[in-house]
């Protein structure tokens, strides 16, 4: 199976910092997707890009966070300002072009104190 | 809006026939999904079916969907201790784009 990878695997933060989670995408797979996990409830959407844009996001991904492509390869998600409730995984996830399977990275786990 | 139920829990013994229920809101989902997360681990895509589809299988799983009733179920055959993990139902609705909405996950413990 295809493998996306994300790093770091766990970060921890002060609240008020800005964090940086990567993802390296598998080959010509164009659809990003970044998904978050709040420990003990549901995998929830953030956002949706492609084509160096975004195509969807959510309610929760609000103005703290942003995402780019910085060097055509990897997919970033910032949170500029963390807060306590930004605890979470934060899951990767990459599908082809007319396809409809996602495949999700390891995660990156987020502590926010 | 969208929502997707599963139970939280079942437990099985090694060799028997698991089967984990999911059941959903939007009729018009398009796509039906079960992934598998096993601990300290990321999301991996068991299988999928189009909702123009009743079953689908692929090895020892076998998936049924119920459209009239919004009901997908996931059966495993055989079920391994290497089985034991959460499994979360997960659709794309028919809104014009392919975000997944997820259940909370159904945790499947498999005793030998």
């Known amino acids: 199976e295809p493998e996306v990878t994300q790093t770091p695997s766990h970060q921890v933060t002060q609240m008020g910092q800005e964090v940086i989670l990567r993802c390296v995408p598998i080959s010509n797979h164009l659809y990003f997707y970044w998904y978050r996990q709040i420990l003990g409830q549901k995998v929830e959407f953030l956002v949706s890009?492609?084509?160096?844009?975004?195509?969807?996001k959510s309610e929760i991904f609000d103005d703290q966070f942003s995402v780019e492509r910085p060097d055509g390869s990897n997919f970033t998600l910032k949170i500029r300002s963390t807060k306590l409730e930004d605890s979470a995984m934060y899951f990767c996830?990459?599908?082809?072009?007319?396809?409809?399977?996602?495949?999700f990275g390891p995660g990156t786990r987020l502590t926010v104190t | 809006g969208e929502d997707v139920e599963q139970s939280l829990f079942l437990s099985v013994r090694e060799g028997d026939s698991s089967v984990i229920n999911c059941t959903y809101t939007?009729?018009?989902?398009?796509?039906l999904y079960w992934y598998k997360q096993e601990p300290g681990a990321g999301l991996q895509l068991l299988t999928y079916i189009f909702s123009n589809m009743d079953m689908k299988q692929d090895q020892r799983l076998t998936v049924l969907l119920n459209k009239k009733d919004k009901h997908l179920s996931l059966r495993i055959a055989d079920t391994q201790t290497g089985d034991s993990a959460i499994y979360f139902c997960?659709?794309?609705?028919?809104?014009?784009?392919?975000?997944?909405?997820f259940g909370k996950g159904t945790m499947l413990l498999v005793s030998p």
């Open positions: 997960a659709e794309i609705p028919n809104s014009g784009y392919s975000t997944l909405t």
């Open positions: 996830a990459n599908s082809l072009a007319g396809t409809y399977e996602q495949y």
């Open positions: 939007d009729s018009s989902s398009t796509y």
């Open positions: 890009f492609y084509n160096n844009e975004i195509s969807e």
